[in-house]
């Protein structure tokens, strides 16, 4: 089993910025972090569920979503068994629950949630 904490969420101002982390524990996880595709993921009010950024096992692949391309960073920390989410000139718009995700590498769909770290954007 795979658990996932999030934290770093709050209420910042328009063009602030926080630091969103996500640590994993579990059995599965400990020794073979780095064998997991890590996510992030964020959920408006009556809006989908939306990737934000994911970060691949290997050391430079990653992906960002258009809408935040530019003004997000997602990093690992493989020792740590954390994952890392720097949102910059945040925008009333990011405001949402944002969840971390992994799935094994090779797998199509996340595996393993968290339970997800409320940004709010004020304007």
């Known amino acids: 089993q795979v658990q996932l904490t999030e934290s770093g969420g709050g209420l910042v101002q328009a063009g602030g910025s926080l630091r969103l982390s996500c640590q994993a524990s579990?059995?599965?996880?400990?020794?073979?972090?780095?064998?997991?595709?890590m996510g992030w993921f964020r959920q408006a009010p009556g809006k989908e569920r939306e990737l934000v950024a994911a970060?691949?096992?290997?050391?430079?692949?990653?992906y960002y979503a258009d809408s935040v391309k530019g003004r997000v960073t997602m990093s690992r920390d493989n020792v740590k068994n954390t994952a890392y989410l720097q949102l910059n000139s945040l925008k009333p718009e990011d405001t949402a629950v944002y969840y971390c995700?992994?799935?094994?590498?090779?797998?199509?769909?996340?595996?393993?949630w968290g339970q997800g770290t409320q940004v709010t954007v004020s304007s």
């Open positions: 995700a992994a799935k094994p590498r090779g797998d199509t769909d996340y595996k393993y």
């Open positions: 579990g059995r599965t996880v400990s020794n073979y972090f780095n064998m997991y595709v």
């Open positions: 970060r691949y096992a290997g050391p430079t692949s990653t």
